[in-house]
């Protein structure tokens, strides 16, 4: 897939496939498809697997702790849209 390439349309089958695919599209924003896609497992982990309810009732805190995980990309307005 080069680097600017959309992925394929995917349609989610719950609320989480479609907080994951958001998600996946707003930290794509500014880097290549390929370094989300490597960075995936971690962000699955960090976000609890999407699980709607379990991302809505983050905290200041676990906004703090997923700034400073190394394992995803680590921007904070894009950890709070």
């Known amino acids: 897939m080069a680097e600017y390439e959309v992925p394929p349309r995917v349609i989610p089958d719950n609320?989480?496939?479609y907080l994951e695919k958001i998600t996946q599209a707003v930290f794509q924003?500014?880097?290549s498809w390929q370094v989300i896609r490597n960075k995936w497992p971690n962000f699955q982990?960090?976000?609890a697997h999407f699980d709607v309810n379990a991302v809505a009732a983050f905290t200041d805190e676990d906004?703090?702790?997923l700034v400073e995980?190394?394992?995803i990309v680590r921007n904070g307005r894009k950890i709070k849209a």
């Open 29 to 31: 924003s500014g880097f």
């Open 15 to 17: 609320d989480a496939g």
């Open 69 to 71: 995980d190394k394992g």
């Open 45 to 47: 982990t960090a976000f």
């Open 63 to 65: 906004l703090e702790r």
